[in-house]
């Protein structure tokens, strides 16, 4: 945290580490899910849209070497050639032979030290064999990597209820198994996913803080047009969270996890024709000025409820 802020952003967290902000260049791989093909079940998280929570880009037929480089010239012109995150983002890119997922990352090799300073690769706690750990490790000595693991939310009668169909046991030996070949976790949650609640809100921050992911995702639950969710949604079967409430819930959130977790997003976006509900969108400096007036208004930070 710098100054007075109230909770650690990514952007504090990359000066600090990298000597200047980093920005994401999100990749679609062509990866695939096991929880759409069948291997653990079908149609994907309820919330996930057929694009695999990513890009699309690799379907329109963008090769991976060609959307990195388009994606590297984009934060050239706009910020001034600072670093970029290469985040493998779509689908769970460690559902794939070791030799796959070495070549995926090979991408990055012509770009290392000469505009990518670190990779991301997203994926499922349940998908993360030890053949891709030993990938992820031998690049690690090159360029950080971190792992991003979905958790979503920490109770195993919700994750069945939303067909994400991995426990949060898993979750908590995936990060304990990335910890241990010195790579860094990142643990991805949705605030007001059905029947979670509040609670459900606290006790995801909990189980984030006490397995010490290094850094956390978070976000409002969105019904995406081609999602499972969406049918869910027309049935009357969703709740929402307005904006006032989900910064109540994200303040919650926030005071329960582990003061050096640096915080990669705070809320979610989508494409508006992609997106049916909620309404609101608001941009990310809207939600962190928000954030920080409620932390403030409780005379809370993050950190102050952690039981980590
Ligand atoms: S959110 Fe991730 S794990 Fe769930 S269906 Fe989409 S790609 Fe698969």
New binding site residues.
Partial sequence: MTGAARFRTFLDWSVERFGRPLHRVALDAGSQ?P??DGTKGFG??VY?DVE??GTGAMRRGDELALQLERGLARIARRHNAGPAVAYFQS??NTYVQPERLDLVLATVEPHLGRGVAAVSVAT?PDTLPEGALDVLERWNRRVPVWVEL?LECADDARLIEIN?LHTVSDFVDAVARTQRRGLLTVGHAILGLPGDGREGARRTADTLAQCGVDGVKVHQLMVLRRSILSHWWREGRVELLELDEYVDWLADFVERLAPHQALHRLHADARAEDLLAPSWTPHANQVRARLERELARRGTRQGTLARG
Wanted: charged share 25%.
């Fill in positions: 899910c929880n759409r994907g998280c996930c695999g929570s689908y769970s499922r979905g994400r």
